[in-house]
């Protein structure tokens, strides 16, 4: 297992970086003016891209946790990629996904879009999802997964059907 600093470092460059993309989207925003609008719109979908990555990875680690012996090299090695996965990628990503995208739904005048209400709902589906991963990285942490490959399997499509549904809305509009 990683040692307490190992374990400390993937934290603290999480909220580095999650301190510096502020601050450039906040200099974006009181520089650039109307400007603004595209490039953090640019940088949602890239946040939306890692969060997304993490989302479709992370239940794929799961299926091949589920086959490792508890207290293996090859289990610990799982815990070690599943959390630092979470902490670095996924968790930072959906800050920064949640920020950008109600700054944008606020500077667009989206907020009556009935397109905007139904995204809202599953992309707070698909939050819900990710603290019911993040759960589970805790509990694979401590041996006490409870679920088999075969239903991992099922929870993988989750984020897949969500994402389909969350950009056909954002890009097509069709209410
Ligand atoms: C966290 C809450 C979110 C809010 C409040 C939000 C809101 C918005 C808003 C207002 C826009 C600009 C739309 C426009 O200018 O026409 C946008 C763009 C976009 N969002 Fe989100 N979003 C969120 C999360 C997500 C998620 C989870 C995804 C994908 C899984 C996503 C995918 C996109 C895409 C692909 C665009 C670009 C659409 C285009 O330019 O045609 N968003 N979002």
């Not at 009935?114 to 999802?129: F, N, P, Y």
């Not at 990285?137 to 006490?144: C, P, Y």
Request: glycine share 8%; net charge positive.
């Amino acid at each position: 297992m990683a040692d307490g600093r190992a374990e400390a470092s993937p934290a603290k460059r999480a909220a580095v970086a999650l301190g510096v993309t502020a601050a450039l989207c906040l200099a974006v925003a009181g520089l650039a003016g109307e400007a603004a609008y595209p490039w953090l719109k640019a940088a949602h979908v890239i946040a939306v891209i890692s969060w997304m990555a993490g989302m479709l990875y992370l239940p794929r680690l799961f299926i091949y946790h589920c086959g490792a012996t508890p207290g293996s090299e090859t289990s610990e090695t799982f815990k070690v990629m599943e959390q630092r996965l979470l902490r670095i990628i996924i968790n930072p990503a959906m800050i920064i996904t949640w920020v950008l995208g109600l700054w944008l739904a606020w500077k667009g005048g989206h907020f009556e879009a009935g397109w905007l209400h139904a995204k809202l709902a599953l992309v707070l589906v698909l939050s819900g999802v990710h603290g019911f991963f993040s759960a589970a990285v805790r509990r694979f942490g401590e041996d006490r997964n409870r679920l088999s490959a075969r239903q991992w399997r099922l929870w993988n499509e989750a984020p897949t059907v969500l994402m389909v549904l969350i950009v056909i809305l954002v890009v097509v509009k069709p209410f």
